[in-house]
Nanobody, 123 residues
Framework: VQLQASGGGLVQAGGSLRLSCAAS????????MGWFRQAPGQDREIVAA????????YYTDPVKGRFTISRDNAKNTVYLQMSSLKPEDTAVYYC?????????????????WGQGTLVTVSS
């Protein structure tokens, strides 16, 4: 599956952004969609994940209550609504897709990746 991420930009602390990830297909073979981020000098880390079939979601602790992952089945698109942004949220954000059923939280478990979109939060 091909993924196209968009929506990054520069925002002040406390602001909001919505990232979008358009997938070329939605099928059971790519059932898990995830958002990851990678800050300079840091490893890529999971931010949130969702399962197409039943909308089960996962959030990493630092974003709980601030970020929301959602999807539009008709558009084969997954969103990441980010609110109350902090400077430490600054990173390149990637969407990814994984075949199978179980939620996974490590980059190596994902089969397809979007190109990344930069989010910069100023203090």
């Amino acid at each position: 599956v091909q993924l196209q991420a968009s929506g990054g930009g520069l925002v002040q602390a406390g602001g909001s952004l919505r990232l979008s990830c358009a997938a070329s297909e939605r099928s059971f073979s790519s059932n898990i969609m995830g958002w990851f981020r990678q800050a300079p000098g840091q490893d890529r880390e999971i931010v949130a994940a969702t399962r197409w079939s039943d909308s089960v979601t996962y959030y990493t602790d630092p974003v709980k209550g601030r970020f929301t992952i959602s999807r539009d089945n008709a558009k084969n698109t997954v969103y990441l609504q980010m609110s109350s942004l902090k400077p430490e949220d600054t990173a390149v954000y990637y969407c990814a897709a994984r075949r199978g059923y179980g939620l996974q939280y490590v980059p190596s478990a994902y089969d397809s990746w979007g190109q990344g979109t930069l989010v910069t939060v100023s203090s």
